[in-house]
């Protein structure tokens, strides 16, 4: 609200109201291998997709699974932004990665579950 108080004589007060609402910037990460079955020993590349409301993701997306980082990836290019790593070494059976995007610039952080 601005009001307005001019010197005597001059010009009547005035008032004027604003009202302006903030919404909250969010991120959406999506994950994918890079094929849904691999051989014992062979490589998997993991992709990170990361939108935001905000304009263009930056920063990095850590890969983990449980207790154990598998690593880290700089986001790169626009609007999606993605991230992607290669593991190596995973032990047969099913494996749930979580991809964990720290937010960046004014984009906030997300994580997904794969």
């Not at 994918?32 to 062979?42: L, R």
Request: net charge neutral; glycine share 14%; with cysteine.
């Amino acid at each position: 609200m601005a009001d307005y108080r001019p010197a005597p004589g001059f010009f009547l007060p005035s008032q004027g109201t604003l009202t302006q609402e903030i919404t909250a910037q969010t991120s959406h990460t999506t994950l994918s291998p890079s094929a849904s079955s691999v051989g014992f020993g062979q490589p998997v590349i993991l992709t990170a997709t990361v939108t935001c409301t905000a304009g263009t993701p930056s920063g990095t997306v850590t890969f983990t699974e449980g207790a154990t980082t598998l690593g880290s990836a700089p986001l790169t290019g626009g609007s999606p932004a993605t991230a992607s790593l290669t593991v190596n070494g995973l032990a047969a059976g099913t494996h749930t990665i979580v991809a964990r995007y720290s937010g960046g610039g004014l984009s906030p952080p997300r994580s997904l579950i794969r």
